[in-house]
């Protein structure tokens, strides 16, 4: 099982982040049956997860403990579960899943591609933390592509940067050949920032660390998750 990015207990119920990586075997929901899907996800985290059919959006979907296991739950980039004993997931090869970990035990889950924060995302995934009153506690950033990797338009920059709340150079990087690109982990930063949330964890580059698959840089066609992992409330 892959070692957890984040561990924390909250809302009474244990919560780890976990990351598979291209060694689990590719977990896309469009190309691998769901039988196999689930014998996947077993074999990684433990259990069955859950996903959504992520579209660079900002459409939120909600999961709980008394709908049956599907693998895609619906059409949406923000998955939200208030319920102990469940794994929701985000799935990516270069995207940022980010997950947010509140004080009354809501967890959210945010595919952030560039799109997706331009679109809002981030902003979605605080105010679906806060509607029934919840605060957010934790905030994980998994793998997802570094500045080193996205080399990147300046129109396309500032739009982003304007989403989270930056200046373009805020979210602005350097590829090693002197190209301008985005700072995927500095756009979450500043969006996190804006409501102030504090980004506690952010993982690896998928494009410089070949354990991950990366749609960018290798042309990978496979997926890996990022898995919440929630525990049953403590008694």
């Known amino acids: 099982m892959p070692s957890p990015l ?12 976990i990351a598979t990586d291209r060694s689990d ?30 579209v660079h959006g900002t459409d ?27 794994h929701i997931a ?10 947010l970990l509140a004080d009354d035990g809501t967890t959210v889950g945010a595919h952030a591609g560039w799109k ?8 979605v995934a605080v105010e679906t933390v806060r509607r029934d009153g919840g605060q957010v ?20 920059l500032a739009v982003v940067a304007q989403r989270v709340h930056a200046r373009p150079a805020e979210v602005t990087g350097r590829t090693p050949g002197g190209n301008t690109s985005l700072d995927v982990i500095a756009a979450v930063r500043s969006g996190l920032d804006h409501h102030g949330v504090a980004l506690d964890v952010a993982g690896p580059c998928t ?18 998750a990022t898995v919440a992992s929630i525990g049953p409330e403590s008694q």
Do not use: N
Not at 90 to 99: H, K, R, T, Y
Not at 209 to 222: E, L, Q
């Open 90 to 99: 985000v799935w990516s090869a270069d995207c940022a899943p980010l997950f």
């Open 116 to 123: 997706g924060i331009a679109a809002g995302v981030i902003d």
């Open 6 to 17: 984040f561990e924390c207990t909250l809302g009474g119920r244990d919560v780890r982040i």
């Open 137 to 156: 506690r934790a905030a994980v950033l998994g793998q997802a592509i570094g500045p080193c990797c996205y080399e990147f338009g300046h129109d396309d």
């Open 207 to 224: 494009g410089c660390d070949d354990r991950w698959f990366s749609h960018r840089i290798r042309g990978d066609r496979g997926r890996h």
């Open 60 to 86: 939120v979907v909600d999961v709980t403990a008394a709908d049956p296991w599907m693998p895609v739950v619906g059409v949406g980039d923000v998955i939200v579960t208030r319920d102990a004993d469940l």
């Open 25 to 54: 075997g590719d977990i896309h929901p469009e190309r691998v049956p769901s039988g196999e899907l689930a014998t996947r996800q077993r074999s990684a985290t433990g259990r069955k997860w859950t996903m959504v059919d992520e």
